[in-house]
T-cell receptor, first 125, second 111 residues
Framework: EVQLVESGGGLVQPGGSLRLSCAAS????????MSWVRQAPGKGLEWVAN????????YYVDSVKGRFTISRDNAKNSLYLQMSSLRAEDTAVYYC??????????????????WGQGTLATVSS | QSVLTQAPSVSGAPGQRVTISCTGS?????????VHWYQHLPGTAPKLLIY???NRPSGVPDRFSGSKSGTSASLAITGLQAEDEADYYC???????????FGGGTKLTVL
């Protein structure tokens, strides 16, 4: 059974840092792209970042570029999100999601087939 | 403001049929990118419901179906059940943003 368990959320002051972790099990972690998706209070889902199987490619939503870093440790079946220079608008539940790279019409893009239950990051003074 | 537009809420009585729409633009759904749908009960992990416009993963009841036309997509739920009460999100890809994009979500209430 695929399981994704996030941790590391908490309360941090504006300008501070937080590191989120996601422990994966039930599948060959090193075979999948992985992603972070967030949901701000009362808002919809927002894709945050993707990372390729070997960590060689990383992509971010514009609003977090230069502040967030996605990484992974395939030996530990773990995904990470290092968040720095945090702002109030980064307050959200952050979900770890497995990305199976859906392909259609000659193009491949994200499809999130399994998600964790999320960890809440609150940025407030 | 989400890139894909969904109505904030929809409701229906048990046994009825409801549809949830998702409207995009020429840089995402209208550009030929397929649409996926997720079901989310607050406090739980979102669940993939429909992928590639109209395909159901194993285990998803055939009461759920999807369609796509032009710059829009729809999720239909027939034979509404109390357990269907949840938030539903559409997702696609936007070529201008080079990013995955979601709708703002539609809250389904089963009356």
């Amino acid at each position: 059974e695929v399981q994704l368990v996030e941790s590391g959320g908490g309360l941090v002051q504006p300008g501070g840092s937080l590191r989120l972790s996601c422990a994966a099990s039930g599948f060959t972690f090193s075979s999948n792209w992985m992603s972070w998706v967030r949901q701000a209070p009362g808002k919809g889902l927002e894709w945050v970042a993707n990372i390729k199987q070997d960590g060689s490619e990383k992509y971010y939503v514009d609003s977090v570029k230069g502040r967030f870093t996605i990484s992974r440790d395939n030996a530990k079946n773990s995904l990470y999100l290092q968040m720095s220079s945090l702002r109030a608008e980064d307050t959200a539940v952050y979900y770890c999601a497995r990305n199976i790279g859906y392909c259609s019409g000659g193009r491949c893009y994200a499809l999130f087939d399994y998600w964790g239950q999320g960890t809440l990051a609150t940025v407030s003074s | 403001q989400s890139v894909l537009t969904q109505a904030p809420s929809v409701s229906g009585a048990p046994g009825q049929r409801v549809t949830i729409s998702c409207t995009g633009s020429s840089s995402n759904i209208g550009a030929g990118y397929d649409v996926h749908w997720y079901q989310h009960l607050p406090g739980t992990a979102p669940k993939l419901l429909i992928y590639g416009n109209n395909n159901r993963p194993s285990g998803v009841p055939d009461r759920f179906s999807g369609s796509k036309s032009g710059t829009s997509a729809s999720l239909a739920i027939t034979g509404l059940q109390a357990e269907d009460e949840a938030d539903y999100y559409c997702q696609s890809h936007d070529r201008s943003l080079s990013a995955s994009v979601f709708g703002g979500g539609t809250k389904l209430t089963v009356l």
